[in-house]
């Protein structure tokens, strides 16, 4: 598929798997020229001059750092923005709003509450627009986590995920992921909590292997990499949270649920975790977990994506030496 216009980066499944494996590529080769340098760290700033704004509407500790250090590690600059403190927060458009930040800076990243308000910023911007979390989705989440699958264990393509827990955000990305890189991806969820149909569908109709239950141990039996998410996002009502734990508790990725995947299976969640709650302390803190290693990945698949986004014609290039 051809992109016209700018290379916004709002969902997995806009970009064609070519793409998106060039990403994971060129963020790859990105974090081995950083690991093995000690003085200058960065010789080569690819994106000097270029500036990021970041969006903010919801609390984030990965995202933020890992974009603001990523932009500046490239020679970039960022600037974070809270629409409270905005004119947004008084009413200016977001379309307004998009005009205005194309002036200024080469890129935005969003994160908001709302997914039609990343569209909206998308439509009226004529510089990229990244997802950095909807209600619907968080892309940028699965690519950090795919980088760190092959870091671990090789090619993530015909291999088989586990979810399980609730029907988020995170997973929608991870549905999009496996059918643009190929691994298989059994979910469990709640009946009330599964992902829309809408995204289900999608991923049949492009030949993905997507399979969905309610059964835990059914969707980690055999499967290579388990994932989980908090059972209350940032987007779900605090009013729900009882009844959140009470359904999504047979769904606790725990020792037991954990020896039903394979022997050498991987534990992932993107944080924040709540121990306890979706995730025991021994598997997050056992030697399978690595959640700490795909923390880290956000920012080197970031860099990836930051090459894709503002790089121009030699993004390819930013991985090499
Ligand atoms: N995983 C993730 O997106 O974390 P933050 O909410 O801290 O950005
Ligand atoms: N599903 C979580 C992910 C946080 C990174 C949320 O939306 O709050």
Redesign the pocket.
């Known amino acids: 598929t051809k992109q016209t216009g700018p290379r916004h980066f709002l969902d997995l499944k806009d970009l064609d798997a070519t793409t998106l494996r060039q990403i994971l590529d060129v963020a790859a080769g990105m974090k081995q020229m950083q690991k093995g340098r000690r003085f200058p760290l960065h010789p080569r700033v690819p994106l000097a001059g270029r500036a990021l704004g970041i969006i903010l509407s919801?609390p984030?500790t990965?995202?933020r750092v890992s974009f603001e250090v990523g932009i500046r590690q490239l020679g970039g600059d960022a600037v974070i923005l809270t629409p409270a403190d905005m004119q947004i927060g008084r009413g200016e458009t977001i379309t307004d709003t998009a005009r205005v930040l194309s002036r200024f800076v080469d890129a935005l990243v969003l994160r908001t509450g709302r997914t039609e308000n990343l569209h909206e910023l998308a439509r009226a911007a004529s510089v990229p627009v990244i997802n950095g979390?909807t209600?619907a989705s968080?892309p940028v989440?699965i690519l950090a986590d795919i980088l760190t699958y092959e870091e671990h264990r090789g090619p993530v393509k015909g291999r088989t995920f586990a979810w399980t827990g609730?029907g988020?955000?995170?997973l929608v990305s991870l549905i999009e992921g496996a059918v643009r890189f190929g691994f298989k991806l059994r979910a469990a969820t709640p009946a009330d909590m599964a992902p829309p149909q809408d995204v289900l569908d999608w991923a049949k109709k492009e030949g993905g292997d997507v399979v969905l239950t309610t059964d835990p141990r059914a969707a980690v039996d055999g499967a290579n990499c388990v994932v989980t998410?908090?059972w209350?996002?940032?987007?779900?009502s605090e009013e729900e949270s009882a009844m959140r734990l009470a359904k999504l508790s047979p769904y606790r990725v725990d020792a037991a649920l954990m020896a039903q995947a394979a022997p050498d299976a991987l534990f992932m969640h993107?944080?924040?975790a709540h121990i306890g709650e979706e995730v025991t302390e021994d598997v997050f803190e056992g030697p399978q977990s690595v959640v700490f290693d795909e923390a880290e990945n956000r920012l080197h698949a970031q860099k990836g994506l930051l090459a894709w986004t503002m790089g121009g014609e030699n993004w390819l290039s930013f991985g090499k030496e």
Request: aromatic fraction near 0%; hydrophobic fraction near 25%.
């Open positions: 919801k984030s990965r995202t979390l209600p968080h989440q609730d988020n955000n995170v998410d908090t209350l996002s940032m987007s779900d993107c944080l924040p």
